[in-house]
């Protein structure tokens, strides 16, 4: 059994690349107030043209993962190759979902959601550092705390956490 530590990002490579990078650039830039273990530092594949051995590799990375993080642009409700697959994996493994929407709404966009999670268990936030860590470090646990109980459904924190975090 593989230790549990990081999280999985998943996002439309071709539009939103650059949010992940921004994500990477606070862990670099502010280790202390933005941390997260990335499963993509693991298991660099080495036949990238092949679906299989993606697939593969991917796996690889979603059994080291405690969380699933989902950046929510505009065509990513479209994606059905890789994006949705992964949506696949995270509600089949029980991963606690972040979605992160990159119009910085604060709660699920119908218009942007892509189906498989609008009723799934997730918190949805703003693609705002303060407010992504905090779901980071507070939605895993909220989430097994929801699966106990059997519940489901499209999750987002009040306005006075935003506020407690200076995001108003």
Known sequence: MAYRNKTYVAFD???????????????????????????????????????????????????????????VGEGTRYLRKFVKWEIEQAIRLDLPIIV???????????????????????MHVP????????????????HREHRRNNESGPYYYKNSVYQRLGLQ
Not at 100 to 112: G, I, P, Q, T, Y
Not at 127 to 141: C, E, G, M
Request: with cysteine.
């Open 127 to 142: 693609f705002k550092q303060s407010i992504v860590q905090y779901a980071l470090d507070n939605w895993p646990d909220s």
């Open 100 to 122: 992160v929407n990159l119009n910085n709404k604060k709660a699920m966009d119908e218009s942007r959601c892509p189906p498989l999670l609008r009723d799934a268990l997730a």
């Open 13 to 71: 490579a071709d539009r939103d690349i650059r949010y992940y990078y921004l994500m990477k650039a606070w862990r670099d830039r502010d280790n202390d107030t933005f941390n997260f273990h990335d499963a993509h530092d693991l298991n660099t594949s080495r036949d990238t043209s092949q679906e299989q051995s993606i697939k593969a590799n991917l796996r690889k990375r979603f059994q080291n993962s405690k969380a699933f993080v989902l950046l």
